[in-house]
């Protein structure tokens, strides 16, 4: 039987969790969930998620306000923050009455402040599970309202073993901590599939046919990776000058000038391009021979899936949750955090083996296909669901191990 389940989203934006949200409300069967959403009408995005949700005709949609975006509460004194939450109070006791109107089995938020403290609430307030899905890096900057939502939930998600072990070691209770992965897309995200007019990439960087071209999707951080991979082109500029480099993802102005300063001094300023934030990165991804992924102790590594899915060889580094993605040497290659110099060795290694590339990339699809697929997700939260619900109705909980990700081998 369909779970009633309520997605409650107060986000100021649609970031990777609420994205990771909208693939299980539209892959979702009817018999294992049946989805309604309460959204925020103050997001600064609320006409997308609107239109978004507007898409999935088998989800019930309402929006209230929610509380403002951060940008609108900076600067401002308690007084100030405090009005700014002041419509999201009366507010939840709407979504409260929602709830309880519609019979909903089970609340199920992301890990912002808002969301993993309103959803908790909510839960106990009305006696419904409630569950936090935790997507983020761990660690003493989690704020008081995520770390009370998630004790007092009834159960966690986390998109990683690594994420669970550190929710444990921070003192949270395993016993109510489940690892289910995210997901790609893998028809979306498909080599083979027709994506309309051929791009110019190449032609619009004044990059040469017969370069070879890495590259990193991902904001720009410190932590992601952009600095090693830099570092690594600079070191092979004179090994390897064919080597260029792409870098996709929403500009930070004083990273990006770091970013642009590291290029200048190792000798690859004409090397180095920057394509900004893409809807779309998949155009992108066909023209890179490597997805260079160096970020350090990512949480699961959805761009890194994703590049898999579209039979990319990846380096990475074997850190955080990628190893519980990818297997070395069978479907990618991971090297140490930190790095330049380990980057430069693994890109050496793969840039002039083309069956090396071809094969690893092909694992790397044969990998994701069997293992991070929305079908599979879905059908883990939903047993996940199901037996919080039993528990509920002090009916005996379901024997279900807390990491339901298929065994970590791969076929190829």
């Not at 939502?149 to 949270?172: H, K, P």
Request: glycine content about 8%.
């Amino acid at each position: 039987m369909a779970i009633r389940t309520l997605f409650l989203n107060t986000r100021d934006t649609c970031g990777a969790d609420v994205a990771v949200h909208l693939t299980l409300m539209a892959n979702f069967t009817s018999d294992e969930a049946e989805v309604f959403v309460i959204s925020n009408s103050d997001a600064s995005d609320a006409e997308e998620m609107r239109a978004r949700l507007a898409g999935m005709p088998q989800v019930r949609s309402s929006f209230l306000p929610l509380g403002k975006p951060a940008e609108y509460q900076a600067g401002k004194g308690l007084i100030g923050k405090a009005l700014a939450y002041g419509p999201s109070a009366a507010s939840l006791a709407k979504v409260a009455a929602f709830i309880r109107r519609n019979r909903i089995q089970i609340i199920h938020t992301t890990d912002r402040p808002r969301d993993a403290s309103y959803g908790s609430l909510l839960g106990r307030a009305t006696g419904t599970p409630s569950i936090v899905q935790m997507h983020s890096h761990l660690g003493d900057y989690h704020t008081a309202p995520t770390l009370w939502g998630m004790r007092n939930a009834t159960a966690i998600f986390a998109i990683s073993d690594y994420i669970r072990n550190g929710l444990g070691q921070m003192g949270l209770d395993l016993g109510k901590i489940h690892t289910i992965y995210n997901a790609v897309d893998t028809d979306h995200f498909d080599p083979r599939r027709e994506l309309g007019a051929p791009a110019s990439i190449r032609s619009d960087f004044g990059i040469p046919d017969n370069a070879r071209l890495l590259g990193i999707a991902a904001r720009m951080n410190p932590w992601k990776g952009q600095r090693e991979l830099i570092g690594a082109v600079a070191l092979l500029r004179q090994s390897h000058p064919q080597l260029h480099v792409m870098i996709l993802g929403a500009d930070v102005p004083e990273f990006r000038s770091a970013f642009e300063r590291m290029a200048r001094e190792g000798g690859i300023a004409d090397r180095v391009h920057f394509a900004g934030y893409q809807s779309d990165v998949r155009p992108f991804l066909r023209e890179f021979d490597i997805f260079v992924h160096p970020s350090y102790a990512e949480p699961f590594g959805l761009a890194i899936a994703e590049a898999m899915a579209m039979e990319k060889p990846v380096i990475a580094c074997g850190t955080g949750g990628v190893p519980e993605i990818i297997t070395h040497n069978l479907d990618g290659r991971l090297v140490e955090e930190r790095s330049a110099e380990a980057v430069a060795a693994e890109i050496a290694s793969l840039i002039g083996d083309a069956d090396l590339r071809r094969r690893l990339g092909e694992c790397a699809r044969q990998t994701i296909l069997r293992r991070f697929t929305p079908r599979l997700q879905c059908s883990e939260v939903a047993r996940r669901y199901a037996g919080l619900v039993a528990a509920s109705n002090g009916e005996a909980m379901r024997n279900i191990p807390s990491s339901l990700g298929v065994d970590g081998g791969s076929a190829c």
